[in-house]
């Protein structure tokens, strides 16, 4: 359930309507209108990125048919009402909102206005209006981990990780148990900076992870930052959320990405068609809409051979990495062997596996 805190760095930049705007226009002026709610910026290289690319995936697709826009860095809470009033009264009749800490004010905006359609990226709250949508990027960064453990010598890995929500939680767990399957005995150490977009503060972390002995970096952020972090010190890195090769080429290894602009797409013709209907989605790796990226130079054969052969086996549903036995920090057996956790358990994750050093409620 990504995004739940206010970006406080994006409030102090937010005009009274919250948030800087952007878009394409169409050539005719009965275009159906969409418009997109963005915690961050467009270039942050990551979780906004992947929505910006999947806004224009739409509009290319669609052309003249669609007039697109957004705002960008509008804050969590109740300034968002403030851009959600602004975009109806623009005309738009598809809103989606990119970020957790949304889903409260388009609650109340697929109240309000009962003849515009929204969507929003994470969450549970559902209207005849209102549906929600969201991706097993769990399953990505299983995969994600397998490359992170293949490349680390020393079995001490560090994770640059935003907040202790359990998207969040999940995701380090899934990590950490593919670093194991490559690497027995891998370790992966946490450190919480509390913001999605902060690449000083990234940075700090990754290089406090660096001093502490760990010889490979994953992150759960939305910069780059960790990459260039681990860029300094020759390690290696993984990425979240978009394709961060070009920040780190020597270091990269692989990231966990999210293919939005396909379901949006769809949503978009059955608003349009009058066929949109509520509901909540759980995209996969099956369907696409989630991933890994292309592999970095120094992902060997071997090890993309076995990322590859754990991919197809999630696809056809042979493998599940949150299937028992699984044991907590402590030890203590969590998931007794042959039980699968079910979509609502993890979805409530609030527990890390072992071999996760660090604390799951953030402290």
Known sequence: MKRVT??????MAMAACGGSSGGSTASSSAAFKAAWVYVGAASDAGWTKAHDDARLYVQQQLGGQLVTTFKENVPEGPQASQVIDSLVADGNKIIFGTSFGFQDQMDAAAKKYPNVYF?????????TNLAEFFGAAEDADYLTGMAAG??????????????PIPEVIREINAFALGAQATHPGATVQVIWTTTWFDPAKEKSAAESLISAGVDVLGQGQDSPATGEAAKA???????????????????WLTGTVYHWGPYELTRIKAA???SWKSGS???SLKDGFVDIA??????????????????????????YEFTGPLNDQSGAV???????LTLDQILTMDWFVKGVIGNPKGS
Not at 119 to 127: C, I, N, P, R, V
Request: avoid cysteine.
């Open 6 to 11: 206010v970006l406080a760095l994006a409030a």
């Open 119 to 127: 969507e929003q990226a994470t969450g549970f709250k559902m209207e």
């Open 233 to 251: 010190h020759g390690l290696k890195w993984s990425g979240y959320d978009s394709d961060q090769t070009s920040f780190a080429p020597d270091q």
């Open 294 to 319: 292309p592999y970095g130079k120094s992902v060997d054969a071997s090890t993309q051979a076995a990322i590859n052969a754990k991919k197809a086996a999630l696809i056809n549903g042979t493998f």
């Open 272 to 274: 349009m068609n009058g």
């Open 334 to 340: 969590k998931v007794p062997a042959g039980t699968k």
């Open 150 to 163: 293949a490349a680390s010598k020393s079995g001490k890995i560090g994770f640059v990780a935003p907040f």
């Open 281 to 283: 989605y759980y995209g």
